[in-house]
Structures are given as structure tokens and as C-alpha cells.
């Protein structure tokens, strides 16, 4: 499968007044085509940097990357031609109505009147926006505000599409509308780099994903590659009368809400669900989330601890 | 891009920007009027009409050059608080095209004015064709002017609220010191060359010529029509090197 995006030792300083900050520190990634890939991280993580420069809005300090086989430095017109972006924090123009900011968007970027208007149709069906289609934005919620927006670029016909946190914001409802918009896209052959702080959204969409902390890829592969990584792959959530110090004999253990944490291997977790039944205790086992290696990951490099979920990127 | 293409952008920009906010809210068209009319009527009543016609020339610039300032305010407005001109970067479309899209949609946001100020000459002091020529070129000219010097402005600030500071001070130096609402001999004799340092002063010059208000010598219109265009020239130039397409 060819790459849509390349990066190779991609860093970025950003000079201000009180120094330099350092947003990505030599980031290597090959980004399929056609696929969704995600982009987790803290904020301040890089996520934005990286998807600013490959949407040609920000200049790398060194580095190259490219887009469609095009450096984004260099041959920039080129990549221009074939993307789209929704940036984070970005806002539709408040005096248009949602049909306008879809449409004209599509005129701006050149698109024929037929063509605009048939797409545009097509995406506020889409994304369940028709009933509100001359409805000015102002007079919508921030939801649908956001709603407006990924529908602009997923109505162009942009080949990698650039989505900064597209579903901040949006309720779980319209957050699966906007995901069944994404899948569509992947299956007109596009490539979608998405960024977002929901985990449960990158695992469901994402094909590849990469989790950044302090402008540095710590994790990248499939969502069940970073699981396999994972050394101890199940978790446990044990509430009353085992004690810590009984838990801890299975494998790592957290205070939660209610009762503990128990990341472990399968044989011990398979045993301690056992005899926590036998007890009377309750108990839930299941494989280790994504967000429990996000914590984990984003929390080593916090506090600089191991943990249980210790990856081999 | 196509030329075709480019075109489409640019007069899809005009309108976006232009046409849909006034229909969205028509108030927006008084308040495009509010200032220049609020000038004429001030020195209409200060003057006990005589300058009337000042007045109107003075309105007719003051519209125009009101698009630098809003010009000025959407460019800021777009680009750090609505990030809209992030989403535009990631396009075919090109710096030029959009910064000439949305001037475009100013001068359209403007054209209510203009016409209430060009029927108000014509009624009172209708011009010559050769007249209503130069008055056209001088406002295309100043148009140019305020453009650059909005979108040179706009580079400079990192919040829309910073943009109000200097929209002030940019009409205070180009409207309201300037003759442009009544003769420059009303301007005290000692300060007057300060109104030759604002370029609108020789707009209005060639303005107040063409209504018929003062005569100009071939020579003197000569001059006018030098500093405005090399004003403009270098307002452009300016503005061609703020121009950043692409954060560093």
C-alpha cells in the first residue's frame, strides 16, 4: 500500500519572546493512503504542529515531509490541489447559512455550480444537516457549528483530508454521523489524518494510529499492534473484599472508584477473576482500553515511572 | 488553478462576503452610511451649507477608504478567530485570489454608499463625463490604497480587538485631519503641511477639482495624481512583503 503522507525527521521550533519551544522533536511516520489515520496525544503533544505542516498552513524547522508523493515545502501548489482541512478551533462564518458555507466553500475552491451544489446536497443529507440547511450558523449550536464544518471538506474532492479535532464538541449522536461521513470518504478512496483527545473515536476509525507526547511519536501501529505490545493485556476492576496487598500477587494494581484496578497476564487474570467470584466479590475482566495505554504511556512520560502497560514501540 | 478557476474564487469570495452579509442583515448597509453622512450633515450645518459638495466628494472617499478598515477587521477576524483562512491555505486557492476576493467583497459592501453619495451629486452638481472619469479613478486608486494598507495592518495582529485601535487611528489620519470634508485652507496655515503627509489629501484635492469646488492647475493635478499612485504603489509593495501565506 503507497503512503498518502511521509514524514521524515519532521521538527518544528516555534520562536516567541520568553525563547524557542520545541512542538516536534524528529518525527518520523508514513501515513497510508486511503485509510483513516489517528493522531492521540496531550495537549501540546505536537498533534496540531504536524497537521498544520502537512496542510501546507505552517512551515517546518527541519525535516520534509509530503503529501500525495509532493514535499509540502516545495511543491506546495501541488498538495494544495488535493487536500483539505478542517482546523481545530475553527469556526464557520457566523452571517452564512449552512448550505452557503457548504457551497460557497466549494465554489471558492473552484468547483462547477452543478457539481457544488450536488455535493453539497449529498453531505448535509449526510451528516444530517438538511433540515437546518438555511439555517444561519450563528443560530446553531456549537455542535452543529462543527457538524457544518467537517461537511465542507468532506464535500470537496480533496484526495487527504486534515480533521484537527472534528468532533469536539458534537453529542454522541451526531459524533457517529460525522464517523459514518469519514468511513464514506475512505471508501471514495481518500485519506483522512485525524486528530482527536476521544480515544474510543481513533479506535473506531482509525486503521493505524500514533500517539505523540512532547513532540515525539512514543506509540504507533494498528490498535491491536499496540495492544499486543501491551505486557500485561487484561484488566480487572475488583470491588470488595480482596484486599491490595492479595491483588497485588496477580499483576499491577491501582486504586479506582469503588475498588481496584488489576492489569495482569491472562493466566493470573484469569485467576484472580476466579477466585474473586468465589469470594463474593465483584469483578469485571476485560482487555486493557485504549485509553488505559494512553495513561499509561502519556503518565510514564509525566512522572517517569514503569508501568504494567510498558510498550516495545 | 485556471484563470477561469481563479475568477470563479475571487467573485464566489465578493459575494460570500459581500452580498450575503447585507442581505443576512440589511442594518449593515446604515451602517456603512452612518459615518460619511454623519460627516456631511456636520459640516453642512457648521458651514451653513456652503460646504455642502465638500461634504459629498468627502463622503464618497470616506466610503471607499471605510474599506481598508473593514478590510482590516475580516482579514484579522478570519484569520485568528475563525481560522477560515487556515481552511482556504489547505485549497487550490491561492494568496492573491483571496486577498483580492475579499477586497473585491468590500468594495461590493460599499457600492450602497457610493451610490447614495453619487446621487446626491449628481442632483446637487452634476460633472462632466471627463469629471465623473477622474472621480472614478481617484476612488479605483484610493480603493487600491485602503486595501494594502488594510491588509498590511491585518498581518500585525495577533486578536481582531488590536485591529479597532489602529482602525481608529488609520481614519482619524486619513479622514478626519485631511481636507477631505472641506478645503485645506480651513486647516490653519502653520500645521497645514501636516495634511500633505496623508495621501488622501491629494485624493481629495483632485476630488474637490473635479466637482468643481477649486481648480487645479495641469501641473498641481499632475502632482496629486504622482503621490497618490506612487502611495498606492507602495502600499502594495509593502503589503506584497507582509503577505504570508504559510505561518514560519
Known amino acids: ?313 | 488553478m485556471t484563470e477561469r478557476h481563479r475568477l470563479r474564487s475571487v467573485l464566489t469570495l465578493a459575494y460570500m462576503n459581500g452580498v450575503v452579509p447585507m442581505r443576512t442583515q440589511p442594518l449593515y448597509l446604515l451602517s456603512i452610511l452612518a459615518s460619511p453622512l454623519s460627516f456631511l450633515f456636520f459640516v453642512t450645518v457648521a458651514s451653513g451649507g456652503t460646504l455642502f459638495l465638500y461634504g459629498i466628494a468627502g463622503g464618497m472617499l470616506l466610503t471607499v477608504l471605510s474599506v481598508g478598515t473593514s478590510l482590516q477587521t475580516d482579514m484579522s477576524h478570519y484569520r485568528t478567530d475563525l481560522k477560515f483562512q487556515d481552511v482556504i491555505v489547505a485549497s487550490p486557492v491561492e494568496a492573491p485570489v483571496y486577498v483580492v476576493g475579499i477586497a473585491f467583497s468590500e468594495l461590493v459592501y460599499s457600492l450602497p454608499g457610493i451610490a447614495v453619495f453619487i446621487l446626491l451629486g449628481a442632483f446637487e452638481a452634476p460633472v462632466t463625463v471627463l469629471a465623473a472619469l477622474e472621480i472614478f479613478g481617484v476612488l479605483l486608486t484610493v480603493w487600491v490604497l485602503a486595501t494594502c494598507l488594510g491588509f498590511t495592518l491585518a498581518t500585525f495582529f495577533a486578536d481582531v480587538r488590536e485591529t479597532f485601535v489602529f482602525s481608529s487611528l488609520v481614519s482619524l489620519g486619513l479622514t478626519v485631519l485631511p481636507p477631505v470634508y472641506y478645503p485645506i485652507t480651513a486647516i490653519p496655515a502653520s500645521v497645514r503641511w501636516l495634511a500633505y503627509l496623508s495621501p488622501t489629501t491629494y485624493a481629495a484635492f483632485l476630488m474637490q477639482s473635479a466637482f468643481g469646488l477649486t481648480h487645479l492647475s495641469l501641473g498641481s493635478a499632475l502632482i496629486d495624481w504622482t503621490v497618490l499612485l506612487l502611495s498606492s504603489l507602495a502600499l502594495l509593495a509593502i503589503a506584497g512583503l507582509k503577505a504570508r501565506w504559510r505561518d514560519p
Not at chain 1, 503522507?5 to 493512503?33: C, F, M, Q, R, W
Not at chain 1, 482546523?87 to 457548504?102: G, K, M, T, W
Not at chain 1, 483522512?192 to 493505524?208: G, I, K, N, P, Q
Open chain 1, 1 to 313: 500500500m503507497s503512503n498518502a503522507i511521509e514524514a521524515h525527521g519532521v521538527s518544528k521550533t516555534y520562536t516567541h519572546s520568553g525563547g524557542k519551544t520545541e512542538a516536534l522533536a524528529g518525527v518520523d511516520l508514513n501515513i497510508p493512503a486511503g485509510r483513516v489515520y489517528g493522531m492521540i496525544g496531550r495537549n501540546g503533544a505536537g498533534k496540531t504542529t504536524f497537521v498544520r505542516i502537512g496542510a501546507t498552513q505552517l512551515a517546518l524547522t527541519s525535516g520534509s515531509m509530503t503529501v500525495l508523493g509532493h514535499d509540502v515545502m516545495t511543491e506546495t501548489s501541488k498538495v494544495r490541489l488535493r487536500i483539505a482541512a478542517v482546523p481545530q478551533e475553527s469556526r464557520p462564518l457566523y452571517f452564512l447559512n449552512v448550505d452557503e458555507l457548504v457551497y460557497l466553500y466549494l465554489k471558492i475552491r473552484g468547483a462547477e455550480a452543478h457539481d457544488a451544489r450536488q455535493r453539497t446536497d449529498a453531505v448535509l443529507a449526510e451528516l444530517g444537516l438538511t433540515s437546518v440547511r438555511k439555517s444561519l450558523v450563528s443560530h446553531l449550536s456549537g455542535g452543529m457549528r462543527r457538524r457544518a464544518m467537517v461537511a465542507m471538506v468532506l464535500a470537496s474532492d480533496a484526495d487527504v483530508l486534515f480533521l484537527d479535532e472534528p468532533t469536539t464538541g458534537l453529542d454522541p449522536i451526531a459524533r457517529r454521523e460525522v464517523w459514518t461521513a469519514i468511513r464514506r470518504a475512505i471508501h471514495d478512496g481518500r485519506t483522512v489524518l485525524l486528530t482527536t483527545h476521544y480515544l474510543d473515536e481513533a479506535e473506531a476509525l482509525s486503521s493505524r494510529l500514533a500517539l505523540l507526547e512532547g513532540g515525539k511519536v512514543r506509540l504507533e501501529g494498528s490498535p491491536t499492534e499496540i495492544r499486543d505490545r501491551v505486557r500485561q493485556p487484561f484488566r480487572l476492576v475488583v470491588s470488595g473484599v480482596l484486599g491490595r496487598a492479595e491483588l497485588e500477587t496477580f499483576g499491577t494494581v491501582s486504586a479506582v472508584e469503588g475498588g481496584f484496578l488489576v492489569f495482569a497476564k491472562e493466566a493470573p487474570a484469569r485467576e484472580l477473576a476466579q477466585l474473586a467470584l468465589s469470594k463474593g466479590a465483584r469483578v469485571s475482566l476485560g482487555p486493557v482500553t485504549l485509553e488505559d495505554i494512553f495513561l499509561q504511556v502519556v503518565g510514564k512520560a509525566i512522572d517517569a515511572d514503569d508501568t504494567p502497560l510498558e510498550t516495545a514501540a
